[in-house]
């Protein structure tokens, strides 16, 4: 579904992504970690379109066409949808309004019809459940005044309803209690299927105990260093990511 | 990929859709200002002695006076003597009683703008007044409004026919000495609206007044006065468009508004003046006076401006806040693109004990516009208890736009309370790209950002205006449910 291929980035004149290699396959859950300003977020802003990155090399195919060509929009309408480390405010536009406009978008450009108010308003309650969103955050400008949960809750909300075929968490899990940590676990892992892929961006182990990924793939210097299975993780939670930068410091003098 | 900046201008440049002339043969006075034209004007218009009079007066005290430069705005000399200030159609009679006196080729002009003036076509609950350079075309639904005693109509038929009324109240709020282009229009005001809400009569639907200036090198000065007596309530809207034109052309209106013990005037305005072009060419200079006095204890007067057009706009409806208990309101959405300024805001003047007042005003400038809010807050030493909001919030479209605040604030009782807030922002990539994340055009998404800054002020409109209002600032309906 998606093949990442040597690709390299990077923002304000800095080099941060310098050859990524990465296939994901429909119905795989994949984790990527690493430390900080490896390049972990960068990866899923280039994957989402963010224009501040600059795409140096390489090359990302989505379905077998050219990611890289397509603007945001088409690449959301596409089925990819990115869950934001930092969810952005929109005063005085109420988050059910925000939602249907872009499920509508999503929805026209696949020749589907369009839901009004009444049937995206049932859609909305259903998804609802199990998130323990409020229906009181639907009539709320988009994010605005939400605690740092509401808004990670949202974040899950928004792609249980735009059901996307590859989805993108960004460091979903930073600054979550415990508590909210689960909830929103529990809404992704509502969401796997067979039809649809998972990339779990985090910098902790911790979500990967509620979200169990396939693989695991550790960034470094803009690199994936190392790639393993599920208890890769746990490895780095016990060593910590200094040993695989040793190692791979290692490797390239020697 | 389209970057933001460049949806922003194309969203920007936008073409102005009511830019059409209109092909009429003209009764047009000659170009020039003088006593000779002002008499020519007044006798077109069968008006008695007083009025003549007083525009004389209007007149010689203009030629004392000179055109203010404290505002922000920036234009050159005007040439008061080029430009006409009388134009009517041909066809419509003064006093015309029906459409079929009125030439099919204006009926065809109203209803390219979207303005049907056959009854029967109307928005059922909107009565229009349709003013076509100098004169009133037609009024719809007079008869259903007089039969509750509500006076509605051409300024020009008032004066023929409510004598009284008229003399008693014009200029009891824009005084002839008020200011440079209130005196102008007082001197050559041509027609206008009139509306009188007897007491205790609730007017059953939305009044409104559709200007369009259609002749070239002509200035429009139409003059409203509306009187809501004791427990009369009013709702009243605004419209207004012209050509095209690569020159500039002056309109310079004044409005008043009188509400009685415990009346309520609620007035609205979406201004879609032509703006000029992309390089700042043509468009309409709008000197605009309006002002409201809270008469009687308990009266309320309310605001709502949506301003998109106009070359230059300098407008600032007030409120005297005379009767204990008043309330002034204002709100008020201004946006300015390419070479567009607008310097716009409100006087709130606090005189009753217990008077209270709201400004709400969101200022959008896009391409190289220029946006001021300019607002005064007076409480006067008899206004114990004297309450007033403020919010002035600016949203800027790209990096070659202004946005300016100048609140100026003199209190003069102790027991009084004032609140300002303030805030300039700068519309986010990242809220841009947030929305195309989730599957936006970035042209919708902008223009879902503007529509949320402004909701504040949308949400006071009349439903059919808010939905011009907002289609105006390129937007999508907001749907029902939020």
């Known amino acids: 579904m998606l093949r990442i291929k040597n690709l390299q980035a990077k923002v304000a004149g800095k080099e941060i992504l310098r050859g990524?290699?990465?296939?994901?396959?429909?119905?795989?859950?994949?984790?990527?970690?690493?430390?900080?300003?490896?390049?972990?977020?960068?990866?899923?802003?280039?994957?989402?379109?963010?224009?501040?990155?600059?795409?140096?090399?390489?090359?990302?195919?989505?379905?077998?066409?050219?990611?890289?060509?397509?603007?945001?929009?088409?690449?959301?309408?596409?089925g990819i949808f990115m869950a934001f480390q930092y969810p952005v405010e929109i005063p005085g536009v109420s988050n059910m309004y925000f939602l249907r406009s872009a499920?509508?978008?999503?929805?026209?450009?696949?020749?589907?019809?369009?839901?009004?108010?009444i049937d995206f308003l049932a859609l909305a309650r259903e998804k609802m459940k199990g998130l323990e969103v409020e229906e009181g955050l639907m009539v709320r400008p988009v994010n605005e005044g939400f605690s740092g949960g509401e808004k990670k809750r949202n974040e899950i909300f928004q792609m249980s309803i735009l059901e996307p075929r590859l989805a993108i968490l960004d460091e979903t899990d930073s600054g979550l209690d415990i508590d909210a940590l689960k909830i929103v676990a529990n809404g992704v892992n509502a969401l796997r299927s067979p039809e649809r892929a998972i990339i779990v961006v985090t910098h902790y182990q911790r979500l990967l105990n509620y979200i169990v990924p396939d693989f695991v793939h550790v960034l470094s210097g803009g690199r994936i260093v190392k790639s393993g299975g599920k208890e890769l993780a746990l490895e780095l939670e016990h060593r910590g990511y200094g040993w695989l930068e040793d190692a791979v410091a290692a490797g390239q003098s020697a | 990929m389209p970057t933001p900046q460049t949806e922003i201008e194309i969203l920007a440049n936008r073409e102005y859709k009511y830019g059409f002339v209109t092909d009429v043969e003209t009764d047009t006075v000659p170009a020039g200002l003088n006593e000779d034209i002002i008499r020519a004007i007044s006798a077109k218009k069968q008006e008695p002695e007083w009025l003549l009079d007083w525009r004389l007066k209007s007149f010689r005290h203009w030629l004392t006076m000179k055109e203010p430069t404290w505002a922000n705005i920036h234009y050159p000399p005007i040439d008061y003597q080029a430009a006409t200030y009388y134009s009517a159609p041909k066809m419509v009679k003064p006093g015309a009683k029906s459409l079929e006196d009125v030439d099919p080729e204006l009926l065809k002009t109203y209803e390219k703008l979207g303005i049907p003036l056959k009854e029967r076509e109307l928005l059922a609950g909107v009565a229009v007044d349709a003013v076509f350079d100098s004169v009133s075309v037609a009024t719809t639904f007079k008869e259903k409004l007089g039969e509750l005693g509500i006076i509605f109509g051409s300024f020009s038929e008032a004066v023929r026919e409510y004598p009284d009324l008229v003399r008693k109240y014009l200029g009891s709020v824009v005084p002839?000495?008020?200011?440079?282009?209130?005196?102008?229009?007082?001197?050559?005001?041509?027609?206008?609206?009139?509306?009188?809400?007897?007491?205790g009569v609730r007017c059953p639907m939305e009044l409104s007044t559709y200007f369009r200036i259609n002749a070239k090198d002509t200035g429009q000065f139409e003059r409203t006065l509306i009187v809501a007596d004791e427990g009369?309530?009013?709702?009243?809207?605004?419209g207004c468009?012209?050509?095209?034109?690569?020159?500039?052309?002056?309109?310079?209106?004044?409005?008043?508004?009188?509400?009685?013990?415990?009346?309520?005037?609620?007035?609205?305005?979406?201004?879609?003046?032509?703006?000029?072009?992309?390089?700042?060419?043509?468009?309409?200079?709008?000197?605009?006076t309006k002002r409201g006095k809270c008469l009687g204890v308990n009266s309320k007067i309310s605001w709502t401006q949506v301003e998109t057009g106009s070359a230059i706009t300098w407008k600032y409806p007030s409120c005297i806040l005379q009767g204990d208990n008043s309330i002034g309101e204002f709100y008020s959405v201004a946006l300015t693109n390419n070479y567009q300024q607008a310097d716009t805001g409100t006087k709130m003047i606090h005189i009753g004990k217990n008077t209270r007042s709201t400004i709400v005003s969101k200022g959008i400038s896009a391409g190289h516009g220029q946006n001021t809010?300019?607002?005064?807050?007076?409480?006067?030493?008899?206004?114990?208890?004297?309450r007033n909001y403020s919010n002035?919030?600016?949203?800027?479209?790209?990096?070659?736009?202004?946005?300016?605040?100048?609140?100026?604030?003199?209190?003069?009782?102790?027991?009084?309370t004032v609140e300002h807030e303030a805030s300039t922002s700068k519309i986010g990539e990242d809220q841009?790209?947030?929305?195309?994340?989730?599957?936006?055009?970035?042209?919708?998404?902008?223009?879902?950002?503007?529509?949320?800054?402004?909701?504040q002020v949308f949400r006071e409109l009349p439903m059919e205006f808010a939905v011009e209002a907002q289609k105006l600032l390129g937007v999508s309906l907001e749907g029902s449910v939020g």
């Open chain 1, 20 to 78: 990524i290699d990465l296939s994901v396959n429909v119905g795989e859950v994949h984790a990527i970690m690493g430390p900080n300003g490896s390049g972990k977020s960068t990866l899923a802003q280039v994957l989402a379109g963010r224009d501040l990155y600059e795409v140096t090399g390489g090359e990302v195919t989505y379905d077998g066409q050219n990611l890289l060509a397509l603007s945001p929009e088409d690449r959301a309408r596409a």
């Open chain 1, 103 to 117: 499920l509508n978008a999503i929805r026209r450009n696949r020749g589907l019809e369009e839901l009004d108010a």
């Open chain 2, 176 to 199: 002839y000495t008020d200011n440079f282009f209130a005196t102008l229009n007082s001197a050559v005001f041509s027609d206008g609206s009139f509306c009188y809400v007897p007491k």
């Open chain 2, 232 to 238: 009369a309530y009013v709702s009243y809207l605004e």
């Open chain 2, 241 to 288: 468009t012209a050509p095209m034109r690569d020159t500039n052309q002056l309109h310079a209106a004044v409005v008043e508004l009188v509400a009685l013990d415990n009346a309520q005037i609620k007035y609205s305005t979406v201004q879609n003046w032509y703006p000029g072009d992309k390089e700042g060419k043509g468009g309409i200079y709008n000197f605009v």
């Open chain 2, 373 to 386: 809010y300019r607002g005064a807050v007076k409480i006067l030493k008899g206004a114990e208890g004297a």
């Open chain 2, 392 to 416: 002035c919030d600016s949203l800027l479209l790209g990096d070659k736009c202004g946005a300016h605040t100048f609140p100026y604030l003199e209190v003069k009782t102790a027991k009084a």
């Open chain 2, 432 to 455: 841009i790209f947030y929305c195309r994340q989730r599957g936006l055009s970035a042209e919708d998404a902008i223009g879902m950002i503007v529509n949320g800054f402004c909701k």
